[in-house]
């Protein structure tokens, strides 16, 4: 089972009309105070897993838990304690950012005071402070987005849902709230539930991750796991003088498996990981070969989400209709 402020998903299914399964018969756990990286391209059935945990969109079968409580029977439970920033922000543009925070305060029966220096702080803590009292119509794409977080971290929620937040953000605002959403985990004990189609994102924050492809979880683990399940490292040398290609393959095949490489070069799939690397520079220096060029090729997210769907993440957009052409679009706010 769970703990209290941890999330638990068994079978859970969501069949849209006339449509595909969106989700189809998924299991997760998620541990109190984890960043659980939720990982798929478009249409694979990330969204809609998040709108039934979050209570927005009702489950065709299985059952979840979240915060310890039922999604179906227990949705006014569920909704008190997360937090909840969708991809699309649902904000007022005639209204300010600090109005913005007294609404969202409100809704959650905070008393004017509590409201007051909760909204000062989370403003001040996602760089709104300045323009707290501006109209949001006015503020960027980064700002919005910041905004929305601050919006659902106003009741101080233990489970925080984040769905492909950092989408179409610049790079330097994709940081920001990066460093934001770690500080949650790490410092404030939040679970955090984040959707992403951003390798970099997912491996540089998620304690764990689960990629979905076509409504099913097709792998788990931690980053590192994963990336170890795919192979070993590769390394590829050019050799200084052309000439000794052949040699080149020789010392390298005693380190690993040959593998094709760009020519003019050689390739080894190492046997025992990067350690081995060492040996491979004194195994060229010992029959004299230099080497114009050597590159070592680490296993990447982006090798595991080829591996165990047959495609590559990037550009992966191809099945989004399996989301977005059903016709049951849901309100894109949380409240008590």
């Not at 209570?55 to 006014?76: C, F, K, N, Y």
């Not at 305060?105 to 001040?124: C, F, P, T």
Request: proline fraction near 4%.
């Amino acid at each position: 089972m769970t703990s209290r402020h941890g999330i638990e998903a068994r079978s859970l299914v969501r069949e849209f009309k006339n449509g595909p399964r969106a989700v189809d018969g998924i299991d997760l756990d998620v541990a109190e105070g984890e960043i659980y990286g939720f990982l798929g391209p478009n249409g694979a059935g990330k969204s809609t897993t998040v709108h039934m945990l979050t209570t927005l969109l009702p489950p065709t079968a299985g059952s979840a838990r979240v915060g310890g409580h039922d999604i179906v029977s227990e949705g006014p439970a569920v909704r008190d304690a997360i937090g909840v920033a969708l991809q699309e922000a649902a904000l007022d543009l005639l209204l300010s950012g600090r109005e913005h925070m007294r609404l969202q305060g409100g809704l959650h029966g905070l008393s004017k005071a509590e409201i007051a220096a909760r909204g000062d702080e989370l403003l001040e803590r996602v760089g709104l402070a300045e323009a707290a009292d501006r109209r949001v119509g006015g503020y960027s794409g980064g700002m919005k987005r910041r905004l929305d977080l601050a919006l659902a971290l106003v009741h101080r929620p233990r489970l925080l849902f984040l769905d492909e937040p950092t989408t179409g953000l610049d790079v330097q605002s994709r940081a920001a709230l990066w460093d934001e959403v770690a500080r949650l985990a790490r410092n404030d004990g939040v679970t955090v539930f984040l959707t992403t189609q951003y390798l970099e994102e997912a491996d540089s924050l998620a304690d764990r991750l689960g990629i979905i492809d076509r409504g099913r979880i097709v792998a788990e683990g931690t980053p590192a796991e994963l990336k170890a399940e795919i192979g070993r490292p590769t390394v590829e040398a050019i050799p200084a003088n052309g000439d000794q290609v052949e040699r080149l393959e020789a010392v390298l095949s005693r380190f690993g498996s040959p593998l094709p490489a760009t020519r003019g070069a050689a390739a080894v799939r190492l046997a025992d990981g990067t350690e081995e690397l060492a040996d491979v520079i004194r195994g060229l220096d010992g029959e004299g070969i230099k080497v114009a060029d050597l590159k070592l090729h680490a296993p990447s997210l982006d090798d595991v989400f080829l591996a165990k769907t047959g495609r590559s993440l990037e550009g992966a957009g191809d099945d989004a209709a399996a989301e977005e052409d059903t016709g049951e679009h849901e309100p894109a706010t949380v409240t008590a």
